[in-house]
């Protein structure tokens, strides 16, 4: 590791901090600072007068706006994101329980992604204008016009109604089971950790339409990233070196082409991440997936706002997060990155 | 005199260039020679075809490229017609190239001593005999005495550098250190001082004579510059839009340059005591090589003493004469008749 | 434009004849939306319960829905909807975005630091996230559809604008422009919009099939454009429910017409950018 890694690693720490704040502050405006008025929201569609009062003055809906900011910080700093009007339970609590059947997904959609994307646009590179490069450039141009809820769509009715190897698109597990004893709460990780596996096919096969779903929507920006980068690494001097000391095929595209190509792909992955998340939103409601998209969906319809505005401020938090965590991976495994740079 | 045969022997080589807006003919019935431990220049202007010449000889020529006659044989195969698996023993291992911008020609993430390894490996150098840790270390010594040979100080350390960390002169030799650490009979050096300042261009070109002359090593050196060939090289051999105009030693090619394309290069190549008006220019310019209807001779139209003639047909430059010139009218011959 | 700038259009229309479908297709899509509801056969939210989720034949190309409405005519009639909706989205995008770009890479100090500052918060959101948010604190209608998406899309125009400009400001164009008399007003308008223009236009095809989809997709889950108006979205929520029934039809067409319209978006604007900009070709 280059000296002063762990400087420039503060660096990024530091440098995340504003986003949050802005994150924090965008949340709070579009809960608070609007036309119309916030208590009526947070009272609920069929509230009388009386109730909208006393819930103004409850959540301080009635003080100075700086004061209620601090007051807003104040509360998140204590974990109260507020209390869903139709379950009653308070916000932070339900996101927490449900994030992970979110988590299990974006995680195996990207893993998926990769594994397609990543050789897809390596093999693409090393042949162009060959049958992959077309298919590369089709998934390219065609991923970014999909819009998920439709791919969802095609997918249950070919691979379920049509051809029935799919399960039915209603949640995270055929109601016969029940879900493995919470440890990580990924079903998969979970199921394995006591060796139930029926169990853990019968989780699997909920997840491969969803995930599929999700993966399709995201071999798009990968592959283009990794096909344009390797093309440019393959052209670079010191490829031509490699190449005129002999070194293996293997060896030049693998070690000293692959490795540097897939610098400028990690860095995407931040991008990535934004429209898994955007898209779970969606690929949820399609699937009947129990995880944080679906719940504020649901609140969304019943004009339960808390939720929303929680879910909201939830996913910003998170894409700060992983952006952060995806910054601080390539300052590892970058070696020029240093103070100076 | 015992005439050794030459270690490279280019001869009659041509190639073409298919591009989008016509056939480039970037090579014409090259003959080129180096011996055993000899240091021959090649110089030319930038399109000359210098560089590619060496990188069709290695077979890392663009795809675009394409041989269209000659040989040029090295340790008794023939260049030009080997297969991809015979080229990759011989690259690194028999043949070795080096090139200019050093610090953009080496693998930025991997630390330097590092890829000197993989090309020991590559070539199974000082780990025949040897397996596992006991074959590491012999890689590591190795490494870090190649860093030794081209004057590397505390090579132990040096070898976890990473080329950025490096000065352009530092990574010039390492690529040395890389192309000399399996001990080839030829080096082939790309324009390596290009880029680099007027001390440390002195340095490297020492380092590689030095090497050379202690290894008996074959050696290419691809220039543009005249002057610096006239330092370094026993013998220069002069190109001209892809014909190779002029071969001769060094010496004899400076007392009397016999085609008129390197007389007109050494008048504008400033010596130690020119001036800016003792400077005379090479006339025109490079002809355009995708026309078909280019001139037998490509200098015809830049040169003081073309007749007809020299359109029809050219010369071939003689491979086996001490100083050979393609031109029929050369400079120091009868004046021609004039039309 | 002159003839260089035809002779090249001519030549990348040439060199992939993909781009002349995309711009048909884009054609075809804008006709649709002008004059639509015009053409079609049936009375988009005229309900026939007789021929309730009937399979496409010929009387009803694209079958008909639960409330056997005609789902070919449905379609076509949202195309005016979601193509409206995209359109002053990206304009006000644009309009906006570009303004505030242009005053960040100019004036810098504050103002860039402030125009940063908010387009980064922006981004710190997953965008489609944000949108929601927007929408469901602003009030449930279409207008405010039409702002979140505006919103969401804001830090791409002022991203090109700001560097557009600052690649200007220290070559010393700016400078010289000012030194030569001009006001900033004048600069602005005269010497760095017009140079700007290329890659804004660029990214506002690309960002065009990216807002149909965003507005489709609020629809989808409920925001902004209500039942029984027809916009592709909300067709295809209305089919969601068929699909594991077997009434493909009711999702699947809207849901084909939309990836076709974003697809051909997509296509010119790539054709564009290989116009104007060819150096960015992956």
């Known amino acids: ?341 | ?339 | 434009m002159s003839s260089s700038t035809w002779k090249h259009v001519r030549y990348v229309l040439s060199e992939n004849p993909v781009t002349l479908v995309a711009a048909s297709l884009f054609a075809m899509f804008v006709v649709l939306a002008l004059i639509g509801p015009f053409l079609v056969p049936y009375d988009p939210l005229a309900s026939n319960t007789a021929v309730a989720l009937k399979p496409p034949s010929a009387a009803h190309w694209f079958g008909t829905d639960a409330l056997g409405r005609d789902i070919f005519s449905r379609t076509i009639v949202a195309t005016r909807l979601d193509l409206g909706i995209a359109v002053s989205a990206v304009v006000l995008s644009f309009a906006i975005g570009i303004s505030l770009g242009l005053a960040a890479g100019f004036f810098g100090g504050w103002w860039d630091l402030t125009v940063t500052r908010v387009s980064d918060t922006i981004m710190a959101f997953p965008l489609f996230v944000l949108a929601m948010g927007i929408v469901a604190a602003l009030g449930n209608t279409v207008g405010n559809i039409v702002l979140a998406t505006a919103i969401i899309n804001l830090p791409f125009y002022v991203r090109v604008a700001r560097a557009e400009t600052n690649v200007r400001r220290n070559a010393g164009f700016v400078e010289a422009a000012r030194l030569a008399g001009n006001t900033d007003l004048r600069i602005l308008s005269h010497h760095l919009f017009p140079n700007i223009l290329p890659p804004a236009m660029v990214q506002v095809s690309l960002n065009m099939g990216w807002a149909i989809l965003n507005a489709a997709g609020l629809s989808f889950i409920g925001l902004g454009v209500r039942p029984p108006e027809p916009e592709w979205g909300i067709l295809v929520a209305e089919g969601a429910q068929f699909i594991v029934s077997g009434e493909w039809w009711v999702s699947f067409f809207p849901g084909a017409v939309l990836m076709l319209a974003v697809f051909s978006f997509n296509l010119l604007g790539d054709a564009l950018r290989d116009i104007f900009d060819p150096r960015k070709r992956t």
């Not at chain 2, 399996?182 to 340095?203: F, K, R, S």
């Not at chain 2, 090593?217 to 090289?233: K, N, Q, R």
Request: include cysteine; proline fraction near 7%.
């Open chain 1, 1 to 341: 590791m280059a000296e002063g890694t762990v400087s420039v690693a503060l660096r990024r720490l530091l440098a995340a901090l504003p986003n949050l704040a802005g994150v924090i502050v965008i949340t709070f405006v579009l809960t608070r600072a609007l036309p119309g008025d916030p208590a009526a929201y947070f009272a609920g569609g069929a509230a009388t007068q009386e109730a909208v009062n006393q819930v103004r003055q409850q959540l301080g809906l009635d003080r100075p706006l700086p004061e209620q900011f601090l007051r807003y910080v104040a509360a998140l700093a204590r974990g109260d994101f507020g209390t869903s009007l139709t379950t009653g339970q308070p916000v932070l609590q339900e996101l927490v329980a449900r994030l992970p059947a979110s988590i299990e997904l974006v995680l195996l959609a990207l893993t998926l992604a990769c594994a397609i994307a990543l050789p897809l646009g390596v093999m693409a590179a090393t042949r162009p204008g060959s049958w992959i490069d077309q298919l590369c450039r089709v998934v390219t141009t065609a991923g970014v016009s999909l819009p998920t809820f439709f791919t969802g769509l095609v997918l249950s009715y070919v691979f379920y109604f049509l051809l029935g190897w799919a399960p039915a698109p209603l949640g995270r597990l055929d109601p016969v089971f029940s879900p493995p004893p919470q440890v990580s709460g990924l079903y998969l990780i979970d199921a394995l950790l006591v060796g139930d596996l029926p169990l853990w096919w019968a989780c699997f096969k909920q997840l491969v339409l969803p995930t599929v779903t999700m993966a399709l929507f995201v071999l798009a920006p990968i592959a283009r990233m990794t096909r344009a980068s390797m093309l440019q690494v393959l052209s670079s001097d010191f490829i031509r070196t490699a190449r005129a000391s002999g070194l293996s095929a293997t060896t030049v595209r693998v070690r000293y082409a692959l490795r540097n190509a897939l610098l400028p792909v990690v860095t995407t992955l931040g991008m990535v991440f934004g429209f898994m998340l955007g898209s779970s939103v969606i690929i949820e409601k399609v699937f009947g997936w129990p995880g944080v998209g679906s719940y504020a969906i649901d609140a969304l319809t019943a004009s339960d706002y808390a939720p929303v505005q929680g879910f909201v401020l939830a996913m910003g938090v998170l894409f700060v997060l992983l952006n952060l965590g995806v910054d601080l991976l390539y300052t590892l495994i970058d070696p020029r990155i240093t103070l100076d740079n």
């Open chain 2, 1 to 339: 005199m015992t005439l050794q045969p030459p270690l490279l022997d280019v001869q009659d080589f041509s190639l073409e260039f298919r591009t989008r807006s016509g056939t480039v003919q970037a090579l014409q019935h090259v003959n080129l020679r180096v011996g055993k431990g000899e240091i021959v220049g090649l110089v030319g202007e930038s399109g000359s075809g210098k560089s590619v010449l060496s990188y069709a000889m290695l077979g890392i020529s663009d795809a675009a490229a394409k041989v269209t006659g000659g040989s040029a044989m090295f340790g008794g195969i023939d260049l030009l017609k080997a297969d991809e698996a015979t080229l990759l023993e011989l690259r690194g291992r028999e043949i070795s190239m080096i090139f200019q911008s050093p610090r953009t020609a080496l693998n930025p993430i991997r630390p330097v001593g590092q890829q000197i390894e993989d090309v020991l490996r590559r070539h199974a150098v000082a780990t025949r005999g040897r397996t596992g840790p006991d074959a590491a270390l012999g890689l590591r010594e190795r490494a870090i005495q190649a860093l030794r040979d081209v004057a590397i100080a505390d090579p132990e350390r040096r070898w976890h550098a990473y080329p950025f960390e490096l000065s352009g002169g530092m990574c010039q030799r390492v690529m040395i250190a890389i192309a000399l650490a399996c001990g080839p009979g030829l080096l082939i050096a790309d324009e390596p001082t290009t880029g680099l300042d007027v001390t440390t261009q002195a340095a490297v070109m020492d380092l590689i004579t030095s090497l050379a002359r202690e290894r008996e090593m074959a050696t290419l050196f691809i220039t543009h510059d005249l002057g610096l060939a006239a330092d370094y090289c026993d013998r220069i051999v002069v190109m001209h839009a892809g014909h190779a105009v002029e071969s001769a030693p060094t010496p004899a090619l400076f007392a009397q340059p016999r085609h008129p394309y390197t007389a007109r290069l050494m008048s504008s190549t400033p010596g130690a005591t020119s001036t800016l008006q003792s400077l005379l220019p090479v006339p025109g310019q490079l002809p355009d090589l995708r026309r078909s209807d280019l001139p037998a001779c490509r200098f015809v139209d830049r040169c003081e003493r073309a007749q007809p003639r020299c359109r029809e047909s050219l010369p071939p430059l003689p491979p086996a004469a001490e100083h050979g010139v393609a031109c029929w009218y050369p400079i120091g011959a009868p004046e021609p008749a004039h039309a």
